[in-house]
């Protein structure tokens, strides 16, 4: 495909510039892309007026809407990726093999990253300078329903990188549905693929690719509410996490209650609940104590992300744990308790990406976490797990120099190697402490 | 698949033990291998005999060998394993994020690993014992040639763990054909495979399942002799890494040589390689040089993994780096030069596992890089990448601990993050550290 013959070459000129040449290359963004509101909304007019049209639902109209505010935030974004610390040329391990032969471990950027994301045209803004902060090259694929926004956008971005001798060429825009599906066979091209949309999205990604996929698919989450809980507090937390925004991945789904606890905590919950009028699905035991709807195995492997929640009673922990094993999808999973010992053992057996004590799994963000930026949440145990910032763009490339130095003046010579552990302070040999 | 009922639950109770005891069952596999020195021989002579009557290939035959003096240096291998770092419980990350509320993102194990190899039985003992350290799963497929002695170790080894609680369930050994083919389906159970074989195998595996692959196909390196290169050191280095091991991945596969120094550089090492009869295939400026094969387009796509290379005469560093790009496996390469410049654009610009200044690719290995042990050599950007050891075992978990913290208090309230980075020093929440 024509469209790629660019993209490798470009990237490898990205991906050696300086943080100050890729800060101002992004600032040169922002500026163009604050020049520009009245095109970008002339176009993203046309993408709205066309889904009206077609009666696209409401909430992906909603999506679509990019006006002068939402400008305005993407533009607030890319400044702020501009303010973050680099993510490449850290050396994370330095090592003197021997006298005169150095070994560094360094970050350097992946190559390139596929991003395919159903309507926001924010994303699109988004993983663009995410990309360009982290020196990858960037294959994006927006929602059918934004393209005339998408396609302005791209316009105005390269508008902005034109006068850079870098240029733009480590962007490519596709456009069609048929693309999607090429992208997808392009494990020669692109290094890792950060799908953006529907669990249904995701997981036909993951199914139909043989590229590394960072994401995840469902996030059934679950909180336990051991015999040692702070009842009070269980309410409090469980209700922040299943009701503050029930639409997201990491509001929980399911509720496992010590049955020491569950007559106290059960009704106090729905209690607390009732102003959302959430929809409870309880085991025989919950039945007992509140009006509900039984459950059946199909409910424990569902996300709701709406006002609805499983509820089980449960003897133990490790039943509680057991159920995660088993139904969760290793996303996150909380436990309220006072035990310390309790609290150990189910941060230590539950096998999620986030596993919390005593705090609502609303917590899982990239934001909340502090990382700066969030490229994604992962439930793959390979490269990165759970929330993701920059640090998931990158991955490392072993530098060694040396003098000369043959493996032969080891195996059949006397040379013995030191394997001294050095300070990774400083920049690499890769950027001028070569000596 | 009914082998498979055990090893999650016995991975969830391996993963959770002491380093000392998960070192205390390395060592009683060691002593219990020691003590049936006899029963593993009359296995592999089974094998052997077998390996004989079906003629076999010589090389083979060899390497599933596994006397008295493999199965000591096997067991030998065990303790160097017992005695290095644990890698799993360090804590990575460590923030607070608001008062009472702390993140930890701490190494644990990836949960279930799948080896497969062909003949080497030592390999199986190497596999088990590092999954066993890194407190993961292992579902192992060894070679059908060596199936009594393989079968016959991973007895021993049981019997090794029979007297610790934690057994053995968390091993599955699998040793028909079809297993292979059901292995490459259980994404559900295995987190990471990792295949040893020779490259078709390997990409035969990367190319049928989704579940992630660590390890590499080709390797195809490259050594760039730069014009401002030490000749004489370059004809050294050139020699060692091509001659010192040619079957391995990590030996050059191809010569580039910048003009200037071509005259000088090319019969030297034509010379220098002389008593190993290196079949040479040159271009064009070659062949003007020295006697040789002319090249064609597929010799620069081969990894000949014998006495046999391919030299082309480039103009610049930049075409050297180029051909890298086209034709390289992202494996290692290296480039001879005493200008500091060019080694760090030649550092930065080719994208691959391993890049060397001065020195043989040969020296892309875990242990010389002092990783202590090797889990295999990666080609792939994303989790590890180059000679991986025990880290590559490993992945992280993000730990929360609060006192009742909701998400609605930050986002309709009033509180605010510190995110305050901590220290890192110390165990983790998960180990006794929790307050």
Same mark, same amino acid.
């Given at each position: ?347 230590? @057996? ?60 080891? @195996? ?24």
């Amino acid at each position: 495909m024509d469209q790629f013959q660019y993209i490798k070459k470009g990237q490898r000129v990205l991906g050696t510039t300086s943080l100050a040449l890729r800060n101002e290359m992004l600032e040169a963004i922002a500026s163009e892309l604050e020049s520009s509101v009245k095109e970008i909304e002339e176009a993203n007019n046309k993408d709205l007026l066309k889904a009206q049209q077609e009666n696209l639902e409401l909430p992906l109209q909603k999506r679509l809407l990019f006006n002068s505010k939402k400008i305005a935030s993407s533009v607030e974004g890319i400044r702020q990726v501009a303010a973050l610390a680099d993510p490449i040329g850290k050396v994370k391990e330095r090592r003197l093999l021997d006298t005169g032969l150095l070994l560094e471990r360094v970050d350097v950027p992946i190559g390139t990253i596929g991003m395919i994301f159903e309507s926001r045209p924010d994303a699109l803004v988004q993983i663009i300078s995410l990309a360009l902060k982290s020196g990858n090259g960037i294959v994006v694929k927006g929602g059918s329903e934004a393209l005339q926004t998408n396609t302005t956008l791209v316009e105005i971005i390269r508008r902005a990188l034109q006068d850079f001798s870098v240029g733009s060429d480590w962007i490519v825009h596709l456009t069609s549905r048929e693309d999607v599906r090429n992208m997808l066979e392009l494990d020669h091209i692109i290094d890792l693929l950060i799908p953006r949309g529907s669990n249904e999205f995701v997981r036909y990604i993951m199914e139909n690719t043989h590229i590394p996929v960072l994401g995840h698919a469902d996030g059934i989450c679950a909180m336990y509410i051991d015999k040692e809980a702070d009842v009070k507090m269980a309410v409090e937390v469980a209700t922040d996490a299943k009701c503050q925004y029930p639409a997201v991945c990491n509001a929980i789904e399911t509720l496992l209650v010590h049955f020491s606890v569950a007559k106290e905590f059960i009704p106090a919950f729905k209690e607390s609940t009732k102003k959302w009028n959430v929809v409870i699905h309880g085991d025989n035991e919950t039945q007992k104590l509140i009006t509900c709807i039984p459950t059946t195995e199909e409910d424990w492997k569902k996300e709701y992300l709406d006002y609805e929640i499983n509820i089980k009673v449960v003897a133990s922990a490790e039943e509680a744990i057991d159920h995660i094993a088993r139904y969760g999808s290793g996303h996150t999973d909380a436990i309220i308790t006072n035990n310390k010992e309790t609290a150990q053992l189910f941060l230590q @057996e539950v096998d999620s990406a986030d596993v919390f004590v005593n705090c609502s799994t609303r917590f899982a963000d990239g934001f909340r976490f502090g990382l700066g930026a969030e490229v994604g949440i992962s439930t793959q145990k390979i490269h990165a797990r759970g929330p993701v910032g920059l640090e998931g763009l990158v991955t490392s490339k072993w530098i060694l120099t040396g003098e000369g130095h043959t493996v032969t003046s080891y @195996e059949e010579g006397e040379r013995h190697y030191l394997h001294t552990n050095l300070p990774i302070e400083g920049k690499s040999m890769m950027e001028g402490s070569l000596s």
